[in-house]
Structure formats: C-alpha cells, structure tokens
C-alpha cells in the first residue's frame, strides 16, 4: 500500500463539520461591511519579496525568520503574503485607486507564515483585513473601532474581548524616543533576554511587546513613549478617545502596545482576549500613513486593521453564540425504483421553487429504512417520500424528522405552500 500523504505541518484542512461556523461567520461580516461602505478587493497570495521587505521591515521577525519565499523559474523572489495590507497598497497604487482620492476596501483569506503552529495560529492562517485611505483625521480611526464593537455584539463576544490603544506619534517623535529607550535599555543590558539583546540595535520598540515575565520589571521603570509625543499626535489621540468615550467603548491606554510591523504611525489598537488560554490578540491595526508613499505612491493618509479568523472561530466555539444554519432542510426518498426519477424532478420542483431550501436527493438507491435513516443523519427538517402510490396520485408524503407533527400526504401542487414555512 502506498504511504498516505499527509497536510503540511500549520496548514489545516477545514472539514465540512467545520464550515458552517466559517461560513456564517464569514457572511456577518461581509454584511457589516457593506452596511459601513466597504468594497472588496481580492489580491494575489504570491507577491514580489520586495514589497514585504520593504513595508514591513526586514528587521521585522516576520521578514527574518517567517516569511515562506522562493526563487520562481525566471529566477524572481517571491514571496506568500504573510499579510494584507502591503499588498492591498501595491494593487491600489498599481491601478490608480488611491491619489487624491478616498477609499473604503476590505478583503479575506489565506496568509501566510512560517512560525510554531499553536492553539488558533497557523502557517497557513485566514484574515480578513479593513483599509481606509485619503482621510487623516481620528473620526475614520474611531468609526474603524467602532465597527468591530458592532462586529463582536453581533457574534456575542464583545464581553471576551478588551481595545487596548496608543499612538506611536510622529516618525520624528517616535524617533527620539527609540534613542531615549535605546539608551536606557543600554543601561539595564543584563536584565535583557537574547531576543530583546538582538533587537536593541534593529528594532528596540518591539522589546516592549516582549511577553518574557523575566523583563517585566525592566519595561515597567521604561521611559514612557506619551512623553515624547509631538502636539499634533497627542491632539489626534485625545480627540480619538473623546469619539470611543462618547460612543460608550471602554479601553485600555497601554503604554507599551507599539505592533510589530514597520510602517504603523499615530494611532495603533488591538482587541485582545483571555478566553483562549494566554491572552491573545484577535484583531488588531492602526494608522500607516507612510506606507503609500513608501512603496511607489503619492503620500496617501491610511488606517485599517486585520483579524484572525481561526481565533475568531475557536472562541464562537467556546461561546456557542452563533446560529449555525442547517447543512440539509429538505430530503427527498424513493421508495422503490419506479419513484427514482419522480423523485428527482421533484428535488429540482423544489430547488426551482423554493430557492432558499437546502434540498437533497437521496442517491444509490437502497431500503427504505435506510433512506429514511439517512434522512435523520442530515440534520433536514423534513423528509419528502415517493413511493409506488404517490406517483400514481401525483401527491408527496411529507414526513416531519425535527418536530411531533404528524406526516401528510399531499396534492403535488400543494407541496410548495406546505414547505415555504421552512424557508
């Protein structure tokens, strides 16, 4: 027997089983979208390793150690996007979407990166990423913030869930404070794990996110990055709290929240949750107003943010706050050969109809009572049977699986009003 090949280590298949609850999430959120303007953009999984070098950063732990990144025949090194907004900005530069111009876009799939696969983060992992470009002000900040409270009070989790927030300020600003932070850690080299030691020289600000409990009193006595504001990032914060106080969003000011990719300015927030063990953060985002410019465009003010959709799922699991739509409403059985075909013409009456069914036909013939056992197995709420004498009455008996009403053989004619109450 030949061996069975199996999934690449962190890339799941999602099993039928599974999907509903995609699917239905996936559907809440298309709809809020749209009801708040977005549009959807779908953008290519494989892009030009220049393009997340130069967005990200390539001091970046996703440039240097996650990024899955081949050489293609013609010799080009690419790269599978381990995330959305880089390429979201090339394909709006590319066609001429954002200069001068405002834009409300959103997208959803696969990214990709290569770390240690763990409860609700994969190598292969899905998100759905929001972007708004050409508005510079905090009210497009809030109304971001805002949408995702709306997001999760549709899906039931907004009591799991807590915004943290803060502003990385000016690139000038943000600047004196990394040689002030430098400094200081300079001073405490010892406390310093490896990783932080690493990063002292290319990327200091991301050893405030370190979760090692080791550095925890070193990063407590830190300088504060609120103190190196400049008066237009703090202007800009301050009024995007008076937004969130005045919408009645709580949210936590933390200091040390500064996102790990290079090209976040001003405003940064993350929803971050315990429900899943260690706590971990489902959605996150901020302001990239650089990021334009940077990559080929004209400077462009920009801010969005991204979720996962694996975290998402695992915690409507845990909650069990989402109606999952039944896989099957309607089974139609024959009873006996001469029903067969009756029966198909029957499932498409139904399906041309009654549209919104869920109609199965039953296949591979068999005994009745294994049909019907099917039938149960599918979750429909009816059974629609055929037999010998339903054919010759033209009529259908519609046998009730979900609820203790009794079955009723009806006139063919008559099957579309019986059945409409499922829809």
Known sequence: MAKQIQAIRGMNDILPEQTGRWQQLEHVIRQLLAGYGYSEIRMPVVEQTDLFKRSIGEVTDIVEKEMYTFEDRNGDSLTLRPEGTASCVRAGNEHGLLYNQTRRLWYMGPMFRHERPQKGRYRQFH???????????????????LLTVRLWKALGLLPYLTLELNSLASNEARGAYRDALTAYLRSHL????????????????????????????????????????????????EKLCAYLDAAGVPYVHNERLVRGLDYYNRTVFEWVTESLGAQGTVCAGGRYDGLVEQLGGKATPAVGFAMGLERLVLMLEQADSLTIPRAVDVYVVAAGPEAELPAMRVAEQVRDTLPGLRTMLHCGGGKFAKQLKKADQSGAEVALILG???????????????????????????????????V
């Open 190 to 237: 010892d406390m310093l794990d490896e990783d932080s030691v690493r990063r002292l020289e290319s990327n200091p600000l991301r050893i405030l996110d370190s979760k090692n409990p080791a550095m925890a009193e070193v990063l407590a006595n830190a300088p504060k990055l609120s103190e190196y504001w400049d008066e237009e990032s703090r202007s800009h914060f």
């Open 388 to 422: 010998a004498d339903e054919v010759k009455e033209n009529k259908v008996t519609v046998k009730y699986l979900r609820q203790n009403v009794e079955q009723q053989t009806v006139p063919m004619d008559e099957l579309t009003s019986v059945l409409r109450t499922l």
């Open 127 to 145: 998100q759905v990423g929001v972007e708004a470009f050409g508005l510079d002000g905090p009210d497009i900040d809030a109304e971001l913030i």
